[in-house]
């Protein structure tokens, strides 16, 4: 009997028409689709969310773009982890149905002047430390949603006050997508999975769980902020952008009026920057 089974491939799109042809393909019979933005490099957290993406819409769609307008001119966008081929052999593998891979000049041809700026969650933490970030975020992110039309798209809470930003654009510009936040999936020791954990050296790699720990014991009441952070720089973290307790919905300071609080960080372990949050 002939084989005539072939192996199910993923589809890819590099530009925007070739986006445009895979995803009216993938809507035939009024299909929803669920759209994960990454920048590649994708690990099982990455794949949780595409997993869930798929649980709630009929396809799922995956872009992977490292995105130089959220880098600063310092920072790791010339060395940040690419893996294209072994990104597209994972994201097969939990039945994702078409992967995005545009180039730079895709989403900002030369004439490409606009930006998106937030104030409300997106005010303090990763901005004291990354002023360029939010903007940098939003404005690709609200390029890839005109570009897919999900219907909905799921965000990493690893990244809890991008999580944040990204409900308000959505709500302040009436994208009329729904936003799905997707706990953190975490080592067996607690340490947040991240594609910039590969930076770690093995002593590093070591010594990099005891930040959940210190947040853990801070939320426990263990350790005050400020002890932990001692604690944490003696098991050698270097500078401590910041640990903070904030209203989870707001991202501001706690007040009577807080319904629910977030523990959140951010830190530096040899090069490597590292940041986690919990439910405090
Ligand atoms: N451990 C994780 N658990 C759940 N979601 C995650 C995890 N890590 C990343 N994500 C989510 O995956 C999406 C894409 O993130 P990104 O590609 O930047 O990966 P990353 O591992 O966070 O990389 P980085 O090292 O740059 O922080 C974001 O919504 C992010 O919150
Ligand atoms: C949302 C995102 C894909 C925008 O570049 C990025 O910030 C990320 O991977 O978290
Ligand atoms: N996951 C957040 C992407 C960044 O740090 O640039």
Same mark, same amino acid.
């Given at each position: 009997?002939?084989?005539?089974?072939?192996?199910?491939?993923?589809?890819?799109?590099?530009?925007?028409?070739?986006?445009?042809?895979?995803?009216?393909?993938?809507?035939?019979?009024?299909?929803?689709?669920?759209? =994960?933005?990454?920048? +590649?490099?994708?690990?099982?957290?990455? &794949? #949780?969310? /595409? $997993?869930?993406?798929?649980?709630?819409? @009929?396809?799922?769609?995956?872009?992977?773009?490292?995105?130089?307008?959220?880098?600063?001119?310092?920072?790791?966008?010339?060395?940040?982890?690419?893996?294209?081929?072994?990104?597209?052999?994972?994201?097969?593998?939990?039945?994702?149905?078409?992967?995005?891979?545009?180039?730079?000049?895709?989403?900002?041809?030369?004439?490409?002047?606009?930006?998106?700026?937030?104030?409300?969650?997106?005010?303090?933490?990763?901005?004291?430390?990354?002023?360029?970030?939010?903007?940098?975020?939003?404005?690709?992110?609200?390029?890839?949603?005109?570009?897919?039309?999900?219907? =909905?798209?799921?965000? +990493?809470?690893?990244?809890?006050?991008? &999580? #944040?930003? /990204? $409900?308000?654009?959505?709500?302040?510009? @009436?994208?009329?997508?729904?936003?799905?936040?997707?706990?953190?999936?975490?080592?067996?020791?607690?340490?947040?999975?991240?594609?910039?954990?590969?930076?770690?050296?093995?002593?590093?790699?070591?010594?990099?769980?005891?930040?959940?720990?210190?947040?853990?014991?801070?939320?426990?009441?263990?350790?005050?902020?400020?002890?932990?952070?001692?604690?944490?720089?003696?098991?050698?973290?270097?500078?401590?952008?910041?640990?903070?307790?904030?209203?989870?919905?707001?991202?501001?300071?706690?007040?009577?009026?807080?319904?629910?609080?977030?523990?959140?960080?951010?830190?530096?372990?040899?090069?490597?920057?590292?940041?986690?949050?919990?439910? #405090?």
């Amino acid at each position: 009997m002939p084989d005539t089974a072939k192996p199910f491939e993923i589809a890819r799109a590099r530009t925007l028409p070739a986006l445009k042809a895979e995803l009216a393909a993938l809507r035939t019979g009024g299909a929803t689709i669920g759209f =994960v933005p990454t920048m +590649g490099a994708l690990h099982d957290g990455h &794949l #949780a969310l /595409v $997993r869930h993406a798929k649980s709630l819409c @009929d396809k799922v769609v995956v872009s992977i773009f490292v995105n130089p307008l959220q880098f600063a001119p310092t920072e790791d966008l010339d060395r940040y982890p690419r893996d294209e081929a072994g990104d597209i052999a994972r994201l097969q593998s939990v039945g994702c149905d078409l992967v995005y891979l545009p180039t730079v000049d895709v989403l900002y041809p030369k004439n490409f002047v606009s930006r998106i700026e937030l104030a409300g969650p997106a005010l303090g933490l990763e901005t004291d430390f990354r002023p360029q970030f939010f903007s940098g975020v939003a404005t690709v992110v609200s390029k890839l949603f005109n570009q897919v039309r999900p219907d =909905v798209a799921v965000f +990493g809470e690893k990244d809890f006050q991008q &999580l #944040a930003v /990204v $409900r308000a654009m959505v709500r302040d510009f @009436d994208m009329g997508i729904e936003i799905i936040g997707m706990p953190t999936v975490r080592e067996a020791d607690g340490l947040a999975l991240s594609s910039r954990n590969a930076y770690l050296s093995p002593e590093e790699r070591a010594i990099a769980p005891k930040l959940h720990q210190a947040l853990e014991a801070i939320r426990d009441g263990h350790l005050t902020i400020d002890t932990a952070k001692t604690e944490l720089q003696a098991a050698g973290f270097g500078q401590i952008d910041y640990i903070a307790l904030r209203d989870a919905d707001t991202l501001g300071e706690v007040t009577p009026e807080t319904t629910s609080r977030r523990l959140l960080a951010a830190l530096w372990l040899g090069k490597t920057r590292l940041i986690d949050n919990i439910p #405090a």
